[in-house]
């Protein structure tokens, strides 16, 4: 089993960079494909971003693509999600999860999840 606590959540304004950091115990970290989700009020819970177990592959949402980058250090066992020039849209709880597979964007192939980090971004 894998635990997962995420950090770094807070109150930005637009066009503010904010750093979420995802801690991993239990299992071989470097085992997991690892990925960032998040879900507004109202709304179903969607991919943000993932990176392969060693980190050399990456995935985003088009949504995302070209303002965040995920990195991982598998030496301190924490994935990363760097955001920059933030949006009102950005403004939900994000969730890092684990996958056994090696990388995913697909909700459900997501075993392990944190309890999730509220960002809110005010414009």
């Known amino acids: 089993q894998v635990q997962l606590v995420e950090s770094g959540g807070g109150l930005v304004q637009a066009g503010d960079s904010l750093k979420l950091s995802c801690a991993a115990s239990g299992r071989t970290f470097s085992a997991y494909g690892m990925g960032w989700f998040r879900q507004a009020p109202g709304k179903e819970r969607e991919f943000v971003a993932a990176?392969?177990?060693?980190?050399?592959?990456?995935y985003y949402a088009d949504s995302v693509r070209g303002r965040f980058t995920i990195s991982r250090d598998n030496a301190k066992n924490t994935v990363y999600l760097q955001m920059t020039t933030l949006r009102p849209e950005d403004t939900a709880v994000y969730y890092c999860?684990?996958?056994?597979?090696?990388?995913?964007?697909?909700?459900?192939?997501?075993?392990?999840w944190g309890q999730g980090t509220q960002v809110t971004v005010s414009s």
């Open positions: 990176v392969s177990r060693v980190g050399g592959a990456k």
């Open positions: 999860a684990s996958s056994t597979l090696v990388l995913t964007r697909n909700l459900d192939e997501y075993a392990y």
